[in-house]
């Protein structure tokens, strides 16, 4: 029996999927937009079977983690899930039967992910890693929307690099600017316009301290390596400068020169500064 299930990637940056949203509020069927903390939340994923035969009760699995570089089904945190019926070739869109409240950690900013797979015809990997790039049952986005005051130029979030492995390994982390074009295939589920005019990030990297604000720490663009313990977790804050209206940054986690995570942040400049959930 071929049964594909699958939920789509971003492209180029794997960690933006167009095929996972939230709808913020009491109702599932509203408008999607960003997790609002304090607030109800839905989580959607749009699934594909791919396989030549239809399939009965796939599951779909819905989780949140922290922001964050590099993490699995132990370490994020499970919300719930649904149950999916496709024939060959068919994609619906499926709700999370479970609400999600988001919390206010790390300045409220969280990544969610979707999985889908059937225990018999389509399992998934026997690994707790999820594995987004070479497994084609799961997506996530990871994007975070920063909401500047007119009158500032500093930004800063903060972001956790988990090692989830049973050994110490290195990382490296990189900040790389994108183009707000990138995130046109976010738009109908984003609940955010994208913005007309251009910025330019400046000063942008890395600092250690959970409190950017208060340190005098240069900013790094790239930290070569970053040793993590076994299951352990090292907090890092991206901050910067923006001129100009809006801009997209990506931080990408590698190991060995290879791509194991990222996350994007739109840091928009606006009447009001506000905190927001990741989506």
């Known amino acids: ?3 594909e299930l699958e939920i789509h990637d971003g492209s180029p940056n794997w960690w933006l ?3 996972v949203w939230t709808v913020p509020g009491n109702d599932p069927e509203g408008a999607p937009g960003l997790p609002i903390v304090g607030q109800p939340c839905y989580l959607w994923a749009r699934v594909t079977n791919n396989g030549t035969d239809a399939v009965q009760n796939a599951t779909v699995r819905f989780y949140w983690a922290n922001p964050a570089v590099g993490f699995d089904r132990n370490t994020a945190n499970h919300i719930g899930f649904a149950n999916i019926s496709l024939d060959a070739g068919e994609t619906q869109e ?4 479970t609400p999600w409240m988001p919390t206010f950690v790390n300045g409220g900013h969280e990544c969610v992910l979707a999985e889908a797979f059937h225990e018999t015809y389509d399992p998934l ?3 707790p890693d999820f594995n987004v790039t070479t497994d084609r049952h799961v997506a996530q986005r990871n994007l975070s929307v920063l909401m500047m005051a ?10 956790e690099i988990h090692n989830t492995q049973r050994m110490a390994r290195n990382f490296a982390i990189k900040t790389r600017q994108g183009e707000l ?6 738009l109908k589920t984003l609940g ?8 330019e990030l400046k000063h942008v990297g890395f600092v250690a301290a959970a409190d950017p604000c208060n340190t005098t720490e240069k900013p790094r663009p790239k930290v070569e390596r970053i040793e993590v313990g076994p299951g352990a977790r090292q907090g890092l804050s991206l901050v910067g400068e923006l001129e100009g209206e ?4 990506h931080v990408v986690q590698e190991v060995d020169g290879k791509e194991v995570g990222g996350l994007s942040v739109l840091v928009v400049r606006g009447k009001e500064q506000t905190q927001k959930g990741k989506e």
């Open 17 to 19: 999927s167009p095929d």
């Open 246 to 249: 809006a801009a997209l940054v």
């Open 94 to 97: 499926v709700l999370c039967l």
């Open 150 to 159: 007119m009158q500032m130029e500093k930004f800063s979030m903060s972001f």
């Open 192 to 199: 955010h316009k994208l913005p007309t005019g251009k910025g």
């Open 125 to 127: 990997p026997a690994s």
């Open 181 to 186: 074009a990138e995130l046109r295939p976010l």
């Open 1 to 3: 029996m071929s049964v």
